[in-house]
């Protein structure tokens, strides 16, 4: 390579690190998107990277090499849909079943085995995915077509990850929807096989071979990497759209023995103005002086169906009977008449959880009948929700305080003066 040449690569390298740390102050406004941090480290990387080789002895294939103009592509997407964005780089777990071999969802001669994939941007209240690709199009068309590296994977393929993933990984127990955002464009007729495969394309449509030849250099012109023609906009909205209006309402309540409790205790019912013995008791009395939980539940309540599971019901009219006063006994009985109770179950994934500290038989077992039910499952249990997700298993699960059966320990209890009259 001759001098000048090499001088010709140092200008444009330097270019680079100009559009990184440009990145980095573009990336610094969207502070509030879950992940950031970690699109800023990589970032940051990439521009070390490239300062370190400047230095020594710099090839064309580092120019070529860098991530910093997919970078670019997911700055650019993550700033015209900020206020719908929630997360950024987010990596989601899942494993391939034998079902999903018999049904083609995955590759012929796969195994069932562990996967994960990074989602660029999750928006929309997690319900739809977004992969940025700023690769050449031609490219793309013909590594789809079988023209790439042994190994390595066509965007069809990533298409057939991401939509599997996605229906392992349900919201509100409906699969997140994919789109898969081409800020150079794509070819036509790969739009249209991406399509097929449940993929919503978004991006400028480009009629086959009319690109330049493939070449390894991505560098195509990046201001019009975020321009899209109108027809295919219109068309990616009323997808989207479609997808939104899609999320359910779950009318369905699983009540856990935590929130049954909670509901009936007397704490919760007008008489959480006594001095209790108990520490745990009078820190829950302020909890709930200072935020009612009754009054929360109700309106959750209402409109709702109420389940609960058997496991549940047995528990809970065990601790009813041995521990709580009269008035809590009455609202146990009330609480119960609008409740259906419905036999346990257990699914797989939620089978597959490891016992642990915080994950305990009974709450796997409660939680596991309300994603049978597809209900919203109510609870104070955080710590077995947490549980479960260290495990990669989440829930549909509406968290609230927890409050104990308190009638019992009122005769023990001391209420203050204004609080006697209160109370009467």
């Not at 027809?231 to 479609?242: F, L, P, Q, T, W």
Request: proline share 4%; aromatic share 6%; glycine share 4%.
């Amino acid at each position: 390579m001759s001098l000048l040449e090499i001088e010709e690569l140092r200008n444009a390298l330097e270019e680079k690190i100009s559009l990184g740390e440009e990145l980095i102050a573009r990336i610094s406004h969207l502070a509030n998107i879950e992940g950031i941090g970690k699109l800023h480290k990589k970032v940051k990387q990439e521009i070390n990277f490239l300062q370190k080789v400047i230095s020594k002895s710099p090839k064309k294939e580092h120019l070529m090499c860098t991530n910093l103009h997919h970078f670019t592509a997911l700055v650019i997407y993550m700033e015209s849909h900020y206020a719908d964005c929630v997360s950024t780089l987010q990596n989601f777990h899942y494993r391939n079943t034998e079902e999903d071999l018999e049904n083609g969802e995955i590759a012929f001669g796969a195994s069932p085995q562990p996967c994960k994939i990074t989602v660029d941007v999750v928006t929309h209240k997690r319900q739809i995915w977004v992969k940025v690709i700023a690769r050449n199009p031609r490219a793309l068309t013909q590594l789809s077509a079988g023209a790439g590296k042994y190994g390595q994977k066509s965007i069809l393929d990533q298409a057939d990850l991401f939509v599997s993933c996605a229906k392992k990984n349900p919201v509100l127990y409906c699969p997140p929807k994919v789109i898969f955002y081409f800020s150079n464009g794509i070819e036509e007729n790969l739009a249209r096989h991406l399509e097929a495969k449940e993929v919503i394309v978004e991006g400028t449509r480009i009629t086959d071979c009319s690109w330049q030849e493939a070449s390894d250099d991505e560098e195509e012109d990046e201001e019009e990497a975020s321009s899209s023609d109108e027809e295919n906009a219109e068309r990616v909205s009323s997808k989207v759209e479609k997808a939104e209006n899609n999320s359910r309402t779950i009318n369905r309540l699983n009540l856990d023995v935590s929130t049954m409790v909670a509901y009936v205790s007397a704490l919760t019912n007008g008489r959480n103005c006594y001095q209790y013995k108990q520490p745990l008791l009078m820190q829950q009395a302020e909890w709930e002086r200072a935020r009612p939980v009754k009054p929360v539940l109700d309106k959750l309540f209402e409109g709702k169906e109420l389940f609960c599971c058997k496991s549940a019901e047995r528990d809970f009219m065990k601790i009813v009977n041995t521990m709580a006063g009269p008035g809590e006994k009455e609202r146990a009985k009330a609480l119960m008449t609008r409740v259906v109770v419905v036999p346990d179950e257990l699914p797989p994934r939620v089978a597959a959880l490891i016992l642990s500290a915080k994950v305990k038989s009974r709450s796997q077992i409660v939680f596991g009948t309300g994603d049978a039910l597809k209900a919203v499952t109510v609870s104070a249990n955080e710590g077995f929700v947490r549980g479960a997700q260290n495990q990669g298993v989440d829930f549909v699960v509406y968290l609230h305080e927890s409050r104990a059966l308190t009638e019992a320990k009122e005769q023990s209890a001391c209420p203050s003066g204004e609080d006697v009259m209160m109370l009467n």
